[in-house]
């Protein structure tokens, strides 16, 4: 019987892959380097220094900056992030999450979001669901990015259970990697490009059946 969920943010609570490509291709046009969507696609579930220094690599220019300066273009990056976030409202939610978040309350399943994304709880209170996750994740807090299984582990954890006891919910292949490298059962949520490894996936959690997933 599966005790805990654990979920992703970006691409499953809500689809912020949008704001952060408008953010990167903005920078990116600044530095001389194109960002389209489909280089965007490897920048899912990537932290916010990993996703600049792939895309330095991208355009060649990863031997052209300070770490004081690439911590300034980051930064640049995340402040026009965040100014794309002011609009977003509990509407922003993705099909079927906040029922599947009511359900799980019904049933007493404690909920974490393991998120690589530092404005997560930023993020989680203009949605209105801040209250409802058990466990945040501080990424800052953490050594190895997704793919490393570091902030699910982390995540059930804080639920104070093992992986193995959990459900995790993933849209990007990294954090799939690192849900199932941890031992814990694996949901893709598909948005774009197709997943591998997953135990099952699904379009939206609308098609997910609870009781099935507590007893897979
Ligand atoms: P921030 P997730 C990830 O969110 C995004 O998918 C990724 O594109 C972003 O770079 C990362 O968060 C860091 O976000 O710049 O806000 O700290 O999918 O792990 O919920
Ligand atoms: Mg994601």
């Known amino acids: ?20 490509f408008l953010a990167w291709r903005d920078l990116g046009k600044e530095i ?29 220019r990863q031997n052209d900056f ?11 990056k995340n402040t026009h992030y965040v100014e794309l976030l002011q609009d977003l409202t509990p509407a922003d939610l993705l099909p079927g999450v906040k029922d599947f ?7 007493q399943i404690p909920c974490a979001i393991a998120s690589a994304s530092k404005n997560a709880p930023f993020i989680l209170k203009k949605l209105e669901v ?10 800052a807090t953490l050594h190895k990015g997704k793919p490393d299984p570091e902030i699910f582990v982390k995540a059930a954890e804080l639920l104070g259970f093992t992986p193995e006891e ?9 954090g799939l990697d ?10 893709g949520v598909l948005s774009g490009e197709p997943l591998h490894g997953a135990d099952q996936t ?15």
């Not at 960002?35 to 220094?53: A, P």
């Not at 690192?178 to 949901?187: D, E, T």
């Open 1 to 20: 019987m599966k005790k805990g969920f654990v979920f992703d943010l970006d691409g499953v609570i809500t689809d912020t892959a949008k704001f952060h």
């Open 32 to 60: 001389g380097i194109d960002v389209d969507l489909k280089f965007n696609e490897q920048l899912k579930g990537i932290s916010r220094m990993d996703s600049l220094e792939r895309i330095l690599v991208h355009g060649k």
């Open 66 to 76: 300070t770490p004081e300066e690439k911590e300034a273009l980051a930064a640049k």
């Open 101 to 107: 978040l009511e359900a799980a309350k019904a049933r």
């Open 130 to 139: 801040f209250e409802r996750f058990d466990a945040i994740v501080d990424p």
């Open 166 to 174: 959990c459900v995790g919910f993933e849209d990007a292949q990294a």
């Open 178 to 187: 690192g849900i199932k490298a941890c031992g814990m059962y694996a949901v």
């Open 202 to 216: 699904v379009h939206k959690l609308t098609e997910l059946d609870l009781d099935a997933l507590l007893n897979a």
